[in-house]
């Protein structure tokens, strides 16, 4: 499953403190690791820093005193940061990376991370664009800049493999100049980056762990993890659709909407603490 949001200023705190070195020490969240020719293009590789990330969503240079694009104000609004795509494994891959010895987690681990880059490296390569020119009318090919975050737990505290690939808006292109990313793209591609996600996500696990990827409407699950666990671990899906019965309403655009106004902030607990209570 993909799913994509516009962020706001301010938001890369929620992402750097689950990311915080120490904190990862204690047993929370990955750190997070760039991806991307723009990134690459920057000097950026391996583990996200707190300012070189700051910096880049405001528009500056990670290292450097300048501004990688034009800083304009608008009236109600400032620079938009970059937008957050959620790249989430099928609730029977969670369940089964909880259930898991260290081993194979990290294989899962590795499985949906390789599916997560499949997918971005498509957006990059065939979708996005950076707009040139007097009026912004030429478009070329754009480098991605992207901060990814992989989580492990929903907002209830239920197993939920997941990243935030944080597309910032600021790139590089061919000649190494930098702008700003045109986002319309994104939108239009979600539906086939989140099936090439899912895709390499199935063949991944099939490849490395030899699991069984059995469609399920337009997603997979892992054959043979129980039906009757998978529903005692997906308390957040059960807020929403408690959600939606209330309402009487049943559509996609229903379903966003309730997951929005059942929202919680999510709590720190250490993976080894949740790991024992799911045991």
Same mark, same amino acid.
């Given at each position: 499953? !993909?799913?994509? /949001?516009?962020?706001?200023?301010?938001?890369?705190?929620?992402?750097?403190?689950?990311?915080?070195?120490?904190?990862?020490?204690?047993?929370?969240?990955?750190?997070? !690791?760039?991806?991307?020719?723009?990134?690459?293009?920057? /000097?950026?590789?391996?583990?996200?820093?707190?300012?070189?990330?700051?910096?880049?969503?405001?528009?500056?240079?990670?290292?450097?005193?300048?501004?990688?694009?034009?800083?304009?104000?608008?009236?109600?609004?400032?620079?938009?940061?970059?937008?957050?795509?959620?790249?989430?494994?099928?609730?029977?891959?969670?369940? !089964?990376?909880?259930?898991?010895?260290?081993?194979?987690?990290?294989?899962?681990?590795?499985? %949906?991370?390789?599916?997560?880059?499949? &997918?971005?490296?498509?957006?990059?390569?065939?979708?996005?664009?950076?707009?040139?020119?007097?009026? /912004?009318?030429?478009?070329?090919?754009?480098?991605?800049?992207?901060?990814?975050?992989? %989580?492990?737990?929903?907002? #209830?505290?239920?197993?939920?493999? %997941?990243? %935030?690939?944080?597309?910032?808006?600021?790139?590089?292109?061919?000649?190494?100049?930098?702008?700003?990313?045109?986002?319309? /793209? !994104?939108?239009?591609?979600?539906?086939?980056?989140?099936?090439?996600?899912?895709?390499?996500?199935?063949?991944?696990?099939?490849?490395?762990?030899?699991?069984?990827?059995?469609?399920?409407?337009?997603?997979?699950?892992?054959?043979?993890?129980?039906?009757?666990?998978?529903?005692?671990?997906?308390?957040?899906?059960?807020?929403?659709?408690?959600?939606?019965?209330?309402?009487?309403?049943?559509? &996609?655009?229903?379903?966003?909407?309730? #997951?929005?106004?059942?929202?919680?902030?999510?709590?720190?607990?250490?993976?080894?603490?949740?790991?024992?209570?799911?045991?």
């Amino acid at each position: 499953m !993909l799913s994509i /949001g516009a962020m706001k200023g301010g938001q890369q705190s929620y992402y750097l403190e689950l990311a915080r070195e120490d904190y990862y020490l204690k047993g929370g969240e990955s750190f997070g !690791l760039w991806h991307g020719q723009g990134a690459s293009d920057l /000097g950026l590789s391996g583990v996200v820093k707190d300012e070189a990330l700051t910096r880049l969503l405001e528009g500056f240079h990670p290292t450097e005193d300048r501004s990688l694009i034009q800083q304009q104000q608008y009236k109600d609004r400032t620079h938009q940061p970059g937008w957050d795509l959620t790249f989430s494994a099928s609730k029977s891959v969670s369940v !089964l990376w909880s259930q898991a010895d260290e081993a194979t987690k990290n294989t899962l681990q590795a499985a %949906h991370f390789a599916a997560v880059k499949a &997918a971005l490296n498509y957006l990059e390569e065939e979708i996005a664009v950076t707009r040139k020119g007097k009026g /912004g009318v030429d478009k070329e090919p754009a480098r991605l800049i992207v901060a990814t975050f992989e %989580h492990h737990t929903s907002r #209830a505290q239920d197993p939920q493999l %997941h990243t %935030h690939a944080l597309v910032l808006n600021a790139c590089t292109d061919a000649n190494g100049k930098t702008g700003t990313l045109e986002s319309k /793209g !994104l939108y239009q591609a979600k539906m086939a980056a989140g099936a090439i996600y899912r895709a390499e996500l199935a063949f991944q696990l099939e490849q490395q762990l030899r699991l069984t990827a059995e469609r399920k409407e337009s997603v997979f699950e892992i054959a043979g993890v129980s039906e009757s666990l998978i529903a005692e671990m997906s308390k957040r899906r059960a807020e929403i659709e408690k959600a939606l019965a209330e309402g009487g309403y049943s559509s &996609a655009a229903a379903a966003e909407i309730a #997951a929005f106004s059942t929202r919680q902030t999510k709590g720190h607990i250490a993976q080894k603490e949740l790991m024992s209570r799911a045991k």
